[in-house]
């Protein structure tokens, strides 16, 4: 037996169960976050309470409670905006959520490696176009004169421009529109977290006699539930704000689409044609709340944010 056998080794003691380690102090981090803390103060925190004010007061500044409130509810154009959002959000949604999952999971398990990669890339593609340069691209494939799938429009019974841009057909039209803007970046975001999946996991699944959909159902799914519903609240909070698409048809269709059709639009209508800047933010508020609400139920629903103990 030697020394160093014969003398005791110092063992560190496992932490106790949910106390993580003591880090050292450090500036580096506060630096790399101070840029985004300035910019979301300046852009996001300041308006934000701005709007805030300017919904509970008058003009001249003096508190009105939830006057203003009621009175943008009260608006015959109100309740018809919201109506046609939410139709449109729960088709985006779903389409959205369904569509870019499958894709993403036959990306990753059924497609050689080079031919997902190009799929993805061609799939990102639209998601690079501004807004408005995706508008006027659907602009050109909606007119039934000049549009490549003319055939398409004809043959469920829109003749015209004015026929595919009915009331009824404008939630689609706006779906497809955000689709096929949104989802190829969604994809990329969901084969990354499919490709977090260890692969030892995948296999014993397969040893088990897991198919490629059970496994898929099973699996894949459930462990990026997470990643399903940070992309559920982020595209809804941008579905709430939908403005460019709308304003550009009625634009483009002279009329036909209504200038108020999305609660953003009202909110213009009342700020730069009504000169009425409490009551678009008290419509901006309703947003707000909105957004709030659904993303803190789903946020609640899902358990986003607990940890998966080890």
């Known amino acids: 037996m030697t020394l160093l056998d014969?003398?005791?080794v110092a063992v560190a003691a496992p932490p106790r169960h949910g106390v993580l380690p003591r880090r050292r102090g450090g500036t580096a981090g506060y630096f790399f976050v101070a840029g985004y803390t300035l910019l979301l103060l300046v852009f996001g925190v300041f308006p934000t309470g701005y709007a805030f004010y300017l919904a509970f007061t008058n003009d001249h500044g003096q508190f009105t409670g939830i006057n203003q409130f009621t009175r943008v509810a009260q608006d015959y154009r109100f309740l018809p905006a919201f109506g046609h959002i939410l139709v449109y959000l729960l088709l985006w949604l779903v389409v959205l959520v369904v569509l870019t999952v499958l894709t993403a999971v036959v990306l990753r398990s059924r497609l050689r490696t080079s031919v997902s990669a190009l799929l993805r890339f061609l799939y990102y593609i639209p998601g690079a176009l501004a807004g408005v340069a995706s508008v006027l691209v659907w602009l050109f494939m909606l007119d039934p004169d000049v549009s490549p799938v003319s055939w398409l429009l004809r043959g469920l019974g829109m003749d015209s421009f004015a026929a595919v841009l009915s009331p009824g057909n404008l939630p689609v039209i706006f779906m497809l529109i955000a689709f096929w803007t949104g989802a190829g970046g969604w994809m990329v975001v969901m084969y990354g977290a499919l490709n977090n999946i260890p692969d030892e996991v995948i296999e014993a699944a397969r040893i088990d006699g897991a198919g490629p959909w059970r496994t898929a159902w099973s699996i894949q799914i459930p462990m990026i539930r997470q990643?399903?519903?940070?992309?559920?609240?982020?595209a809804f909070a941008a579905g709430t704000q939908l403005f460019v698409e709308p304003q550009l048809l009625q634009t483009a269709s002279l009329g036909r689409v209504s200038p108020t059709w999305s609660p953003n639009q009202l909110a213009y209508v009342?700020?730069?044609?009504?000169?009425d800047f409490n009551g678009a933010a008290a419509i901006s508020v309703f947003l707000l709340v909105l957004g709030l609400l659904c993303a803190g139920l789903l946020v609640w629903r899902s358990n986003m944010f607990t940890l998966d103990e080890k």
């Open 270 to 275: 009342y700020a730069f044609q009504q000169g």
């Open 6 to 8: 014969s003398q005791p």
């Open 227 to 234: 990643w399903i519903t940070y992309m559920t609240i982020l």
